[in-house]
């Protein structure tokens, strides 16, 4: 592994199903993000994880979930997935505390909610 | 609020130079970052500006005035290969010394022969 890998890199899902979409970076970074990307609206954060054991809420956290056991791992869940959460999932990762331009992001991965 | 503007779509030709505009309003600035984005692909890193002025990087140069709330990427000598979305951000403190990126909706360049 090089960077940060997400899983799947694409997935159709029925409404109401629960989902994980998994980010693994092997860099050691402390901070990772999820964020979201529709078009016409950017890339909007969802969660936010500083360090291994804490997490935050970014713009648009209802509806989704993050845990941070460790440094390398950052999931997003939806417990119940809604046509509105399609989109484009971006996680990213920075070391804190170094350059300022250490944001890292992963290949994504698509989500259809039907 | 959280407000980052630029415009959504901008045409160019092979060989010219481009400037995509940036203005932004946010609670709190920590830096703006420029990003690249191929379709179906992830952000990659172009630029980053901190302090007022000029950043020259090969054909790429961001600018920073964050008196006025203005930045631009200036792309010169365009290649094909340079058609893509990109994305302007400023970087905000959550706490703690932590921060986020907030992303403007990115502009898509079309480079044509």
């Known amino acids: 592994i090089a960077g940060i890998t997400q899983a799947p890199t694409s997935q159709i899902l029925a409404a109401g199903r629960r989902m994980t979409l998994r980010c693994t970076q092997d860099?050691?970074?402390?901070?990772m993000y999820w964020y979201r990307q529709d078009l016409g609206l950017g890339l909007r954060l969802i969660h936010y994880?500083?360090?291994?054991?804490?997490?935050g809420k970014g713009e648009v956290p209802d509806g989704y979930s993050v845990s941070r056991a460790n440094t390398d791992d950052f999931p997003l869940t939806l417990a119940s997935a809604v046509p509105s959460q399609t989109s484009v999932y971006f996680c990213?990762?920075?070391?804190?505390?170094?350059?300022?331009?250490?944001?890292?992001f992963g290949s994504g991965t698509r989500l259809t909610v039907v | 609020g959280q407000n980052i503007d630029q415009p959504t779509e901008m045409t160019a030709t092979e060989g010219a130079i481009v400037q995509i505009n940036c203005t932004y309003q946010?609670?709190?600035?920590?830096?703006l970052f420029w990003y690249q984005q191929h379709a179906g692909e992830a952000p990659t890193f172009l630029s980053y500006?901190?302090?007022?002025g000029l950043e020259e990087k090969g054909r790429f140069s961001s600018f920073l005035s964050r008196s006025k709330g203005y930045s631009y990427l200036l792309l010169k000598e365009l290649q094909m290969k340079d058609s893509a979305s990109y994305l302007c951000?400023?970087?905000?403190?959550?706490?703690?010394?932590?921060?986020?990126?907030?992303f403007g909706a990115g502009t898509r360049l079309a480079v044509h022969p």
């Open positions: 990213a990762s920075r070391e804190t505390g170094g350059l300022a331009y250490g944001y890292t």
């Open positions: 860099m050691r970074h402390n901070a």
């Open positions: 994880s500083n360090t291994a054991g804490t997490t």
């Open positions: 946010t609670s709190g600035f920590n830096g």
């Open positions: 500006n901190v302090l007022d």
């Open positions: 951000a400023v970087r905000t403190e959550i706490s703690g010394g932590y921060n986020k990126l907030i």
